[in-house]
């Protein structure tokens, strides 16, 4: 196994459910729920990498930060990400248009960019959830995700990435809501994955094989709590 390859069941899984059932046939919108550092971020460079092609442009953006005008920034960033693809310039024209409006027709903005194979994921989408209702700061977004979710004729797909819990919450009615959750101490994951990085810097008697599996599970199976480890191991 090299540093290159997804560790974790539970993460592989998951990758395959998305780039499998999910993307044939399930419903247009999908969360990722989970803790920070578990990997969701990763997962969408995976879904990216197996899905993207000529055919099926993938659009990969994070969500701006800020509450201020914090919809008009995403149908910006959006729109000039869409503009590197040929062949849907007029859709990236049209979000740009209505990113520029005071009115903000984001439903009918996005939902034209959707109406073709086509892959959006938007990545720290916490950033426009208020932390204490758990719902979107706007509420054009919010009905955006219930109404996209619903519309099951459409071939575009949005995959959205969260460090915050969306299960119960209303925006997120019609979505396929999926937990990411730590690399498992039952699989023996986090100590594959503590033992690929220092192998990596030729530091593998820093950590003992034995005592890995231990330290993966102190540090919860966070992937990226297990990197800074190693990192300061390498300084």
Not at 80 to 99: Q, R, W
Request: glycine share 12%; proline share 5%.
């Amino acid at each position: 196994m090299t540093s290159g390859e997804l560790v974790g069941k539970g993460h592989q899984d998951l990758r395959d459910w998305l780039t499998g059932h999910w993307w044939a046939k399930g419903p247009p919108v999908a969360v990722v729920q989970g803790f920070p550092g578990v990997g969701k971020t990763e997962i969408g460079r995976r879904v990216r990498a197996a899905i993207g092609s000529d055919a099926t442009p993938i659009v990969s953006i994070d969500m701006p930060p800020g509450r201020a005008d914090q919809t008009t920034d995403l149908l910006l960033t959006l729109g000039g990400a869409l503009d590197t693809f040929h062949g849907i310039s007029t859709v990236a024209d049209a979000v740009m248009a209505k990113g520029k409006g005071k009115a903000r027709d984001l439903m009918h903005a996005l939902e034209a960019c959707l109406r073709q194979p086509l892959l959006v994921i938007i990545d720290e989408f916490q950033r426009a959830v208020n932390p204490t209702t758990g719902e979107p700061n706007d509420q054009a977004l919010a009905d955006l995700v219930r109404r996209v979710a619903g519309r099951t004729e459409l071939p575009g797909k949005l995959l959205l990435l969260t460090s915050q819990r969306v299960l119960g919450k209303r925006w997120s009615d019609g979505a396929a809501v999926r937990t990411l959750r730590g690399l498992s101490a039952e699989d023996g994951s986090g100590a594959v994955y503590l033992g690929m990085l220092l192998h990596d810097l030729e530091r593998e008697d820093e950590v003992p094989t034995e005592e890995r599996a231990d330290v993966a599970a102190h540090l919860g199976g966070n992937p990226r709590a297990i990197k800074l480890l190693v990192a300061a191991l390498e300084a």
